[in-house]
């Protein structure tokens, strides 16, 4: 055999193994960081649903105090308005 296949030999055998070991390892976070962004994903989706009806609420609230103020305005300019007295 010449160096280079001697070399090339050496090499497969060293790092053939060291690779598939590598590959496993791999494969192995792959699938642990599918579970844990697929949890991280479902939290989110839970926040999002929590803030979405807090948001909701705060809507709710604000057309409450907006309808408020209105009829606050309203009572506020029928007292003040003058009675018309007929001449």
Do not use: C, W, Y
């Amino acid at each position: 055999m010449s160096v280079i296949e001697d070399v090339r030999k050496d090499l497969q055998d060293f790092l053939a193994p060291e690779l598939r070991a590598v590959h496993g390892r791999l494969d192995a976070l792959e699938e642990n960081m599918d579970t844990r962004f697929d949890a991280v994903k479902s939290r989110f989706s839970a926040l999002e649903e929590v803030a979405a009806a807090r948001h909701n609420e705060i809507l709710a609230r604000m057309d409450g105090l907006k309808s408020s103020l209105e009829l606050d305005k309203r009572v506020e300019r029928l007292e003040n308005r003058k009675p018309q007295h007929p001449s």
